[in-house]
């Protein structure tokens, strides 16, 4: 391989490895997150995550009382987590009543996940 490639190739990868800690590190405020999280998730989770909101009632199948540790939260990795709020829980084999919130940015997503994470226990 002649020396221009192998530096095209050397810094592509720098590149790439760059690029992919700023995308991880875009969202984690857990403070942006919990408006996000007032305006879509608190309706049926509650405000504080016990999934005790106002349309929880009404819910055939209920939301997890997170404060208690229910539900996989606590074991729950960053990818699934980003699909069960980006894609619904349907689509992950999740809960049905669990919609998608294909809208939210990637950057809320990783926002609201970061504050959800504090109900953990």
């Known amino acids: 391989?002649?020396?221009?490639?192998?530096?095209?190739?050397v810094l592509l990868g720098v590149s790439v490895m760059v690029l992919g800690t700023a995308?991880?590190?875009i969202a984690q405020?857990?403070?942006?997150?919990e408006k996000v999280y007032k305006l879509q998730c608190m309706k049926c989770h509650g405000e504080s995550g016990?999934?005790?909101g106002k349309e929880a009632a009404k819910l055939k199948e209920k939301p997890h009382n997170w404060?208690?540790?229910k539900g996989d939260l606590?074991?729950?990795d960053d990818t699934k987590m980003?699909?069960?709020?980006?894609?619904?829980?349907?689509?992950v084999g999740k809960a049905r009543t669990m919609p998608?919130?294909?809208?939210?940015?990637?950057?809320?997503?990783?926002n609201v996940m970061a504050y959800i994470k504090m109900f953990r226990k």
């Open 100 to 110: 998608a919130y294909p809208k939210l940015s990637e950057g809320d997503v990783r």
């Open 74 to 76: 606590k074991t729950m």
């Open 23 to 25: 995308q991880s590190g």
């Open 67 to 69: 404060t208690e540790g």
């Open 1 to 9: 391989m002649s020396r221009a490639r192998m530096l095209v190739v």
């Open 29 to 33: 405020d857990a403070q942006a997150g």
């Open 82 to 91: 980003f699909e069960i709020i980006s894609k619904g829980g349907p689509a």
């Open 50 to 52: 016990a999934g005790d």
